[in-house]
């Protein structure tokens, strides 16, 4: 519900602060007081065409800030949250025209593009008027309307996801039946790839003992000599090193027995005598076990020419070869997976689409069956509005099922005929925009309980009539005001005297400047302005006590 609205330095408005409350707000004033610049202030900052010419003469720049309370509108809390734009239970917008430079806006307190504010608009205010933005005239609203008041939109939701569900599984099986052909084709390269990296047979830990059993048998004459020539040189050899340190420890043995302290020395060089003795022993072993058959060493480097080769065929280093298989098989076998899945992918897509439509067909039938109903509703509420003869109808149009959709088999049009004789055509082509607002008074007053918008505004509704059905206009606006926020711009007194709040518009000039200024009337001062709309600028005591009786009465 818009809350308040402050206007600074627009058109002929100076400053203006405007705290407003539910129910039914008239706004009333003398020809050419300037009773719409509320109303195109609230454009304004719900993101409509930013002029620099709306800047009052005399200013560089103009600035309108509207509040709401969305505490009771939970389609624009959740568009707040998503946009990160939210602050609680209300909402302030505000809009600032600069004479040199581009607009800015702005969604509590934080910077917001003009798309933004119109998003958020939609949500928030409906303008009803012959020059201002209409979400009845759009076929998505038009639809979503009669479903609800048909009560058919939890059938129509069900329906949108069945269409999405289909169509996720119609996108897939077109997928997998297009890239068949490719599809075959890297199946036989995989198969092929995949017997001849398995074929390959290569284990764990092969490649690194490969290249060690190489460059040993590479060195075999080399293991063998010097190895050889070690146990020659170690203990059995003229002069061996094991027959020196047995020399050399008999000797400090008999001269320990002279001095103690060469026993250490001599335990020393018997322990080396061992350790020579056991190296000399390891060495024999050694030989004993060397592999001299000459004919490995082939086997050996044949084995790792096959495994190099593979590795550079497939541009990989040989480490690698194994994984490489194992993601080529993986490959393999998910292509193959496709290839099962496809029938029961078929099957699924088959049943889903039989599913869907005849969820859709159940709802043209709910659909066809409201549209009667809402059509002879604002039918008689157009009788009761002045336009006697005038018909509404929600034309219902069921495509064949091949033109299925996620808002189901039906495109919907709301249809009028404003006068008698003339045909039904769609309500965006009415002419005459009193009898557009008039036509979407009735279209709100018959739906009230539906509506998701929390604030209407009627620009001009009763242009054009007078007498009794301005009344009717008039109870019929408070009746709407009673479930949601209405404001209206009129020049009828039987129109403002069924409002539960007035502001009054008035125009002056000072010092050579014009000013428009709007101000909430009091009881006393509201039976005054009553009283000058029935009897223009001489108001006597006469025009005084019927206005008073058209408030009581409204009352």
């Given amino acids: 519900m818009l809350t308040h609205i402050a206007i600074r330095d627009l058109v002929i408005v100076s400053r203006l602060e405007l705290t407003l409350t539910g129910g039914m707000t008239a706004l009333t004033g003398e ?13 304004l900052a719900l993101g409509e065409k930013a002029d620099a010419d709306m800047i009052r003469s005399g200013c560089e720049r103009a600035e309108v800030s509207a509040g709401f309370d969305v505490a009771q509108c939970p389609e624009a809390r959740d568009w707040l949250a998503e946009q990160a734009l939210d602050d609680g239970e209300e909402c302030v917008i505000r809009r600032v025209l600069v004479r040199q430079g581009r607009a800015r806006a702005f969604i509590n307190g934080r910077s917001a593009s003009g798309a933004q504010l119109r998003a958020l608009g939609d949500l928030l205010v409906d303008i009803h008027g012959q020059h201002a933005h209409q979400s009845l005239l759009r076929p998505a609203a038009q639809r979503a309307l009669l479903d609800a008041y048909g009560g058919q939109s939890e059938q129509a939701a069900a329906v949108a996801e069945l269409y999405r569900r289909w169509r996720e599984l119609d996108t897939r099986l077109a997928e997998l039946t297009a890239a068949r052909t490719q599809r075959a084709e890297r199946m036989d390269l995989l198969r092929f790839q995949v017997e001849e990296l398995a074929e390959l047979g290569l284990a764990d830990g092969e490649l690194e ?14 293991l063998q000599g010097t190895a050889a020539a070690l146990v020659e040189l170690l203990y059995e050899g003229e002069g061996a090193l094991r027959d020196q340190l047995g020399r050399a420890g008999a000797e400090l043995a008999g001269l320990s027995d002279i001095d103690a302290r060469l026993s250490e020395p001599r335990e020393l060089i018997d322990s080396a005598t061992v350790q020579v003795e056991e190296a000399a022993s390891a060495l024999r072993q050694y030989l004993d076990h ?28 040989p480490a690698q070869l194994a994984d490489t298989l194992a993601e080529r098989q993986a490959e393999l ?3 193959e997976q496709d290839d099962k899945t496809l029938g029961t992918l078929q099957a699924d897509r088959d049943a889903a689409l039989s599913t869907l439509l005849e969820a859709a067909r159940r709802l ?11 059509g ?10 002045g336009m006697g003869g005038g018909q509404f109808a929600v034309a219902v149009e069921t495509a064949g099922d091949d033109q299925v959709g996620a808002q189901g088999l039906d495109a919907v049009a709301f249809q009028v005929s404003a006068n008698p004789g003339q045909p039904l055509q769609p309500l965006a082509k ?4 009193g009898e557009l607002s008039r036509i979407s008074l ?4 018959a739906t009230a309980e539906l509506g998701r918008i929390p604030t209407l505004v009627f620009d001009e509704v009763d242009v054009g009539i007078g007498g009794g059905v301005a009344e009717i206009v008039g109870r019929l606006l408070r009746r709407l005001g009673e479930a949601r926020q209405a404001l209206c711009v009129t020049h009828l007194p039987q129109v403002a005297a069924q409002a539960h709040q007035q502001l009054k518009v008035q125009k002056q000039a000072v010092d050579g400047q014009t000013y428009t200024d709007i101000a909430p009337l009091a009881d006393d001062a509201r039976v005054d302005e009553i009283a000058r709309m029935l009897g223009g600028t001489e108001i006597t005591a006469t025009t005084r006590a019927h206005a008073a009786e058209m408030l009581h009465g409204a009352g």
Avoid: W
Avoid at 212 to 217: G, I, K, N, S, V
Avoid at 295 to 311: F, K, P, S
Avoid at 368 to 374: E, G, H, N, P
Avoid at 430 to 433: H, P, R, T
């Fill in 333 to 335: 076998d998910a292509l």
């Fill in 376 to 385: 002879a509703a604002v039918t008689g509420f157009m009788q009761e509005l």
């Fill in 442 to 445: 009735a279209i709100q007053v």
């Fill in 209 to 222: 003992a490969l290249d060690a059993e190489q460059h040993r048998l590479a060195n075999l004459g080399r």
């Fill in 430 to 433: 009415v002419a005459s925009g």
């Fill in 290 to 317: 060397l592999d001299m058959d000459p004919g490995r060493l082939a086997e050996v480097e044949e084995r790792l020419g096959r495994i190099h080769d593979l590795a550079r065929k497939y541009r990989i280093q």
């Fill in 364 to 374: 043209s039938e709910a659909r066809r069956s409201a549209a009667q109903r809402l």
């Fill in 31 to 43: 020809t050419g007081a300037g009773k719409s610049i509320l109303i195109d202030a609230l454009g």
